[in-house]
């Protein structure tokens, strides 16, 4: 009797692993699958590359600048002999998008000029993750994810107005805006 208990506890615990395991798509998933393919561009920046004076923030841009630790970027470019694949992996990002567990913040823009959406991964006050996703119909799309501890939106705006003051190190950037060209 104590080994078939033992055998169930057994199976039961591999089941409950193996469920947890496979949460379905995710953007950390299709980031990993997808940053060395060709047709992507994949760009990971530290915080640090933002070079902002921390003595002029306030309380509230330096709450959301140390919650931050870095951006990913993943880009797709569309050309005339990839337009099915485009398509593909376009509705790859959208499904994983989909999911109830990404909240969305704030959609914009038009398919001449580009769209976009912002999403958050987590609670309100306990963001782990913000998600730009960019399409141009013509171009491609993008995606950013800034990733972190702790992450407030309301305060993660904030930093957006100390970022136009930053002496930011733009190598990287230029080289994701290059990209679609």
Do not use: W
Request: hydrophobic content about 40%; overall charge negative.
């Amino acid at each position: 009797m104590k080994s078939l208990i033992k055998n169930l506890t057994v199976v039961m615990l591999l089941v409950v692993t193996l469920h947890s395991c496979d949460q379905g798509p995710s953007l950390q998933r299709y980031y990993v699958d997808n940053q060395e393919r060709a047709q992507f561009l994949s760009i990971d920046i530290p915080i640090s590359m933002l070079n902002l004076d921390k003595t002029q923030l306030t309380a509230d841009q330096e709450d959301a600048y140390k919650s931050i630790q870095k951006l990913n970027m993943l880009a797709y470019k569309m050309k005339p002999d990839n337009i099915t694949d485009y398509e593909k992996e376009l509705a790859k990002v959208n499904t994983i998008l989909d999911d109830p567990k990404y909240e969305e913040l704030m959609r914009g823009g038009n398919p001449e000029e580009g769209k976009f959406i912002i999403k958050i991964l987590g609670e309100e006050d306990d963001v782990e993750e913000f998600i730009l996703f960019g399409t141009i119909d013509t171009k491609g799309f993008a995606i950013v994810r800034i990733l972190g501890n702790d992450m407030n939106p309301n305060k993660v705006m904030t930093l957006a107005s100390a970022l136009d003051k930053a002496n930011i190190d733009d190598s990287q950037i230029n080289q994701f805006t290059e990209f679609f060209k």
